[in-house]
């Protein structure tokens, strides 16, 4: 199982970007999901999660300002992020818990980031 982040660049302050991770494989079912993101010389933090359930939960800082979605036909998660801030530059991940075909369990796996830079 692969998760593809894309949709990340560069804009200015106020802008938007949507970013996509697409997941790919021997997929039974996604459940949770969610984006990270890691500012330069910062830990990883979160910045959305949806559940299975469709419960939503954001960082305060980008409450009201990004959506977390998905597409379940498509195996795709998305970040609509509007009005953004140089303070939301970084590398942003995107995370599932994945069961594969076959597999009792579940894992969790991480697309390979996407780079959003915000200039004032």
């Known amino acids: 199982v692969q998760l593809q982040a894309s949709g990340g660049g560069l804009v200015q302050a106020g802008g938007s970007l949507r970013l996509s991770c697409a997941a790919s494989?021997?997929?039974?079912?996604?459940?949770?999901l969610a984006w990270y993101r890691q500012a330069p010389g910062k830990q990883r933090e979160l910045v959305a999660a949806?559940?299975?359930?469709?419960?939503?939960n954001y960082a305060d800082s980008v409450k009201g300002r990004f959506t977390i979605s998905r597409d379940n036909a498509k195996n795709t998660a998305y970040l609509q992020m509007n009005s953004l801030k140089p303070e939301d530059t970084g590398v942003y991940y995107c995370?599932?818990?994945?069961?594969?075909?076959?597999?009792?369990?579940?894992?969790?796996?991480w697309g390979q980031g996407t780079q959003v830079t915000v200039s004032s």
């Open positions: 995370n599932a818990a994945v069961v594969a075909i076959r597999t009792p369990y579940e894992i969790e796996v």
């Open positions: 949806l559940t299975s359930g469709g419960r939503t």
């Open positions: 494989g021997n997929i039974f079912s996604i459940n949770a």
